[in-house]
């Protein structure tokens, strides 16, 4: 299959242009290359499963998740979905310092290397990846990620959802 048609497959549920239109789907415009590269990677071999996504992951070759992840990652990326409410996004900023999120995401969100970009990411999508990670249900996941989430409540997580999706 051509690349073309690789990134077709891709826009029909992480967006037109990358950033994601479907409910608890992440929009990957703007993650950094490397990031996606190892995320498709890790779901390719089986490491991180995501039922939905082996059918698309299985025969990926090398060269194409590099190309996906070229592409992608050169999109801007834009907030889809509920936007955040004010109240939620002053107490996700305490709770995001008390944290430490930027030490990894960057201060800006923007990710770096093997960190996802978290800003202007789908609120419903962060909420319930947040929660996925505290809950370890999250297979293939970063385990520091757990341990930072760890004991939040529903409330912190929906607070960090809407303040990562400001920035």
Same mark, same amino acid.
């Given at each position: 299959m051509a690349i073309g048609e690789r990134i077709e497959q891709c826009k029909t549920c992480h967006g037109p242009d990358g950033n994601s239109i479907n409910e608890k789907i992440p929009s990957l415009a703007g993650q950094p290359e490397f990031f996606i590269m190892n995320q498709l990677i890790l779901m390719r071999e089986g490491v991180r499963p995501i039922e939905q996504m082996l059918p698309f992951v299985k025969e990926l070759k090398d060269g194409e998740i590099q190309a996906l992840?070229?592409?992608?990652?050169?999109?801007?990326?834009?907030?889809? !979905? *509920?936007?955040?409410?004010?109240?939620? #996004?002053?107490? %996700?900023?305490?709770?995001? @310092?008390?944290?430490?999120?930027?030490?990894?995401?960057n201060q800006d969100f923007s990710g770096d290397q093997q960190m996802p970009r978290i800003a202007k990411q789908r609120i419903d999508y962060m909420a319930a990846a947040l929660k996925d990670y505290?809950?370890?249900?999250?297979? !293939? *996941?970063?385990?520091?990620?757990?341990? #930072?989430?760890? %004991?939040?409540?529903?409330? @912190?997580?929906?607070?960090?959802?809407?303040?990562?999706a400001s920035r």
């Open positions: 992840a070229t592409y992608f990652s050169k999109l801007p990326a834009r907030l889809e !979905g *509920a936007r955040p409410d004010p109240a939620l #996004v002053q107490r %996700g900023a305490l709770l995001s @310092d008390k944290l430490r999120c930027g030490s990894c995401h505290r809950d370890d249900k999250r297979k !293939g *996941a970063d385990t520091a990620m757990t341990a #930072v989430v760890f %004991g939040l409540s529903d409330a @912190d997580i929906d607070a960090l959802a809407h303040y990562a």
